[in-house]
Every structure is written in C-alpha cells, then in structure tokens.
C-alpha cells in the first residue's frame, strides 16, 4: 500500500500560505492608511524656510503683539491675510530700524513689493474654508494653528485632513471660546469636565454653533 502523496509537512506550509495571502493585503492597506496620516504626507512640523526670519515667540510670545494686528483681515473674510511691508514698518519703522534682519522689509517697503513668504497651511484647491466664520463662532487661532507663540517659525500643528476637520464640524463644542479668548494662546477650557461641557453647551448657545457635516459645508 502506498503512502500519501504530499508528507504530513506540507499542511502546516499550505495554511501559513493561505494566511499570508490574507494578511499581506491587509497589512498593505494598513500600512498605507497610516502612511497617509503622517506627517510626512500631512505636512505637519515640517521645516519650511521663508524669505526672512520672522520669529513668532517674540511676537506673539514675548511682546503678546495680537493675532489680529498682522493677519487684519481674519475676522471679515475668508483668508486670514498676510501681513504687508506697511504693517512691518509700522513698528519698525522705530523699532530695530537699522537691524539687518529688516534689510528685505525695508526694501520691499521702499520698492512697495510684497514680500514673497511661502505659505504653510494649504488646503486643496476644492476646499473651502473660511476664517472669519470659525471666528465669529469661537473657534481660537491656537485650536487650529497651535501653540504659535512658541514656534521660532510657523509650521503646521494639525493635520487639516477631511477626517480632522469632520471630527470637529460633527462636535465643535468642545473646541469652542469665549470671544475675548479667540486669539488667546494659552486659554484652557475649565479642568472640571461637567464646567467644560457647561461652557461648551452655553458658547454653542450664545453663537448660535450647529454641527455641520454636509458636502457643501467644506466642498462648494
């Protein structure tokens, strides 16, 4: 009588190939997923060199100077803006007005160009968001941009995917402020969880916050 074609081995061999063949999908797709979410895609704390060193920590940080008072426009529209040669030597124009840090400042004023700083936070073109809204609704410059007064230079704090944007529009109560805190960088909602969610509740109230989870909200 003869014995059984394949030895008793090749089962063991047959079933961990089975199940690689289902494991090597699934940790490629896990795999890309979690490639998509790091910072190497998102573009979080990435280095980003611009055409003059402007040093936020002792603008926001050290000299508490407003977010409102460079990025003027952030209240009324939909882009924060960006600071002019004007709004620079307006301070300057007295302040370390010989340094030659300031050379490029000085000028572009003189020459009335723009300065030519690279842009950090970059949505796709198909999304739409505005500043002012989010504003005008509580939600504060740091919620999104981080802990800007202490940044050397600005780089990008959150992730701006469509997930973390969601994750807001489906909850925003927890992300909201007080308006006298709005470009505060280190308001802190109240430690107690129950005072959190009361002041949540009541600012959602007060301006008229609604969860907004359309395609249109974002995709216009």
Known sequence: MSGPLFPRWTNTVSRASAAALLAVPAIAIGGLMAY???????????PIEQPIEFD?????????????????????????????????????????NKSPYLTEVRKAFFADQPIPW?????????????H???VAKGVGCATCHGRVDQMAAIEQHSTLTMS??????????PNL??????????????????KAHELGEQLAKDYNVHSRTSCTTCHR
Request: aromatic share 10%.
């Open 132 to 134: 002012s809204i989010h």
């Open 36 to 46: 998509v979410r790091s910072p190497h895609v998102t573009g979080q704390q990435r």
């Open 118 to 130: 690279v842009r950090v936070h970059n949505l796709p073109d198909f999304v739409y968001f505005n």
């Open 56 to 96: 936020h920590r002792h603008h926001a940080g050290d000299e508490q100077i407003d977010c409102r008072y460079c990025h003027w426009t952030v209240e009324n529209s939909p882009s924060a803006g960006i600071p002019s040669t004007t709004v620079c030597m307006s301070c300057h124009a007295q302040v370390w």
């Open 164 to 173: 973390w944007c969601l994750d807001c529009h489906r909850n925003p109560k």
């Open 177 to 194: 402020r007080p308006q006298e805190f709005i470009t505060s960088m280190t308001w802190a909602p109240p430690a107690d969880p129950q």
